[in-house]
């Protein structure tokens, strides 16, 4: 089983609302990563956590946080995001000494 | 800094046929490429890896050839379907964090 899950598919928030994305892998994966994709471009990596550990935040504005609870969940809480964060948000996982990350089916963020 | 770079933003192939997607990176000290298919709203799905000892390695429809005099892999899908048709990404994988190429918009016409 490779599967990775995102919640919720589709989110429309305005830019004084407060929500979270989450992720969820049972694959006993131990690092966990954030991306965002705007359209037509490739993915960019936001943050990465080894061991539910934040251990790489690509210089993310504070708007977005992140947070492991468990070594299987994931989130991503938004606040006082701008309509240009209007993107598709990627989870990926991948298990120890793998080089393949495992992509879930992303979350679609708009922002009003 | 590894720079991934996919010169062609489109290819069609004709059914049946051998498609060639092509990946350039500027540094010669790597780890591992990975080839990523994706379909429109949905996450890329994990197709095919190579390691810098290698210089081919193949699953199924599927081979990357890696030249590394030339710092030039390629993803040669043969046969090729209509349901190969989505952008295909090369990613290069250091420390676990990738790298992804600009992507190709492969279609494959029946």
């Known amino acids: 089983d490779t599967e990775v899950t995102q919640t919720p598919k589709h989110l429309v928030m305005g830019m004084t609302n407060k929500k979270s994305l989450k992720c969820e892998q049972h694959m006993g994966h131990r690092a966990m990563y954030w991306y965002k994709q705007k359209a037509k471009k490739p993915p960019e990596l936001m943050f990465v956590y080894s061991y539910e550990k934040l251990s790489i935040n690509e210089s993310v504005p504070s708007r977005f946080s992140p947070e492991c609870p468990n070594s299987s969940l994931l989130n991503l809480h938004l606040h006082a995001l701008q309509p240009e964060d209007s993107a598709l948000y990627l989870c990926?996982?991948?298990?120890?000494?793998?080089?393949?990350?495992?992509f879930g089916p992303g979350t679609r963020l708009t922002v009003t | 800094d590894q720079q991934v770079k996919q010169n062609s933003p489109s290819l069609s192939v004709q059914e049946g046929r051998i498609s060639i997607l092509n990946c350039d990176y500027t540094n010669s000290m790597f780890d591992y490429f990975l080839w990523y298919k994706k379909y429109p709203a949905e996450g890329p799905t994990f197709l095919i890896s190579i390691s810098s000892i290698k210089d081919k390695n193949e699953d199924g429809r599927f081979t990357v050839f890696l030249n590394k005099s030339a710092k030039h892999l390629s993803l040669h899908i043969v046969p090729s379907q209509p349901g190969d048709s989505a952008v295909y990404f090369c990613?290069?994988?250091?420390?676990?964090?990738?790298?992804f190429g600009g992507g190709t918009r492969l279609m494959v016409k029946p």
């Open positions: 990926a996982s991948n298990g120890p000494g793998t080089y393949e990350q495992y």
């Open positions: 990613a290069h994988n250091a420390g676990n964090m990738l790298t």
